[in-house]
């Protein structure tokens, strides 16, 4: 069983930076590849970026490439997502999510457990 905790969301201006942080809980935490997700109203859930569990890979949605980084710190059970050059359009509740196993997916389907989600309003 795995908790996972987002905090760091908030309202920011377009251009302007947040990071979200992701506070696991559970055994083998590093054995997970984390990912984030993001829902904005009335849309699906879609990918954001994920990393592998010692932190050496990492994926990124097309429309986050170049603004958003994911990172991980295996000892604190934590996994974070930089955001940089934040756009109107990346206002959306963001997930933090895990999934066992070593073959990496973007399918929200494919992720066991998450979070309850925290807001990103960017306001342009």
């Known amino acids: 069983q795995v908790q996972l905790v987002e905090s760091g969301g908030g309202l920011v201006q377009a251009g302007g930076s947040l990071r979200l942080s992701c506070a696991g809980s559970?055994?083998?935490?590093?054995?997970?590849?984390m990912a984030w997700f993001r829902q904005a109203p009335g849309k699906e859930r879609e990918f954001v970026a994920a990393i592998r569990g010692s932190g050496g890979t990492t994926y990124y949605a097309e429309s986050v490439k170049g603004r958003f980084t994911i990172s991980r710190d295996n000892a604190k059970n934590a996994v974070y997502l930089q955001m940089n050059s934040l756009r109107s359009e990346d206002t959306a509740v963001y997930y933090c999510?895990?999934?066992?196993?070593?073959?990496?997916?973007?399918?929200?389907?494919?992720?066991?457990?998450w979070g309850q989600g925290t807001q990103v309003t960017v306001s342009s």
């Open positions: 999510a895990s999934k066992g196993g070593s073959l990496y997916y973007s399918s929200k389907n494919a992720y066991d457990y």
């Open positions: 559970g055994r083998s935490f590093s054995s997970y590849i």
